[in-house]
């Protein structure tokens, strides 16, 4: 652990991912919920609301656990951009926000530890677009960037802070829940050596994840 990152706030941390996974698992689990209550109130008739609700309620629990196994759990593999595409789409932005792949480099398969931190920066990215629109990720398996364009688009301060050199550790304990990504992309990106910044442009800087001689 760096500076101002103590054993107690390690703890916090475990504290936050886990609220973290809570809240993003509580939706589809709540249209679940409503939908069996709807199937008792229809008293056993045939109920083709309720069953569509359950049905769709059981398949985003499925995506987001999968999104949240590779976020959080311990690395299983490479990723291609088209598993990386299978897992983001339709489970980050609540459904408002469009994950572009095809700028990446043909064929870009990214290690084990880089592919947590493709995964966290279209989650950060996302937060990042308030009313929606689209990310796009540009580059190759060891540099690359994401660019998101829309409305109201802003990298939110939990991000800005840890790039500003808050400590990820502390910065997460901070901003609770709602804050853990950027700082959690932070801690990714040190154990897969890449160096996260913002680089300004036309429009809203983009964010590059790239080697430290890079």
Not at 166 to 180: E, F, I, K, Q, T
Request: with cysteine; proline share 7%.
């Amino acid at each position: 652990m760096g500076g101002g990152e103590t054993p107690r706030a390690a703890q916090r941390f475990a504290e936050v991912v886990a609220a973290r996974l809570c809240h993003d698992i509580s939706g589809p689990l709540s249209i679940i919920a409503n939908a069996v209550e709807l199937a008792r109130q229809e008293g056993g008739r045939e109920g083709g609301e309720a069953i569509g609700l359950m049905a769709e309620g059981a398949c985003e629990v499925a995506a987001r656990v999968k999104l949240l196994r590779s976020l959080f759990g311990p690395p299983s593999g490479p990723l291609s951009a088209e598993e990386v595409g299978a897992l983001v789409r339709g489970t980050i932005g609540s459904g408002r926000v469009e994950v572009d792949l095809s700028p990446l480099a043909p064929g870009t398969v990214f290690r084990p530890e880089t592919g947590r931190v493709v995964l966290a920066s279209l989650v950060v990215a996302a937060e990042a677009l308030p009313r929606g629109g689209t990310v796009r990720l540009h580059g190759g398996a060891e540099d690359f960037a994401v660019v998101i364009e829309g409305q109201n688009a802003a990298w939110p301060a939990h991000l800005t802070a840890v790039l500003g050199g808050a400590a990820p550790l502390d910065a997460a304990v901070a901003g609770g829940p709602r804050g853990l990504m950027g700082p959690y992309l932070a801690l990714l990106a040190r154990e897969a050596g890449l160096v996260p910044s913002l680089l300004m442009g036309a429009g809203t800087p983009l964010l590059r994840l790239a080697g430290a001689a890079g």
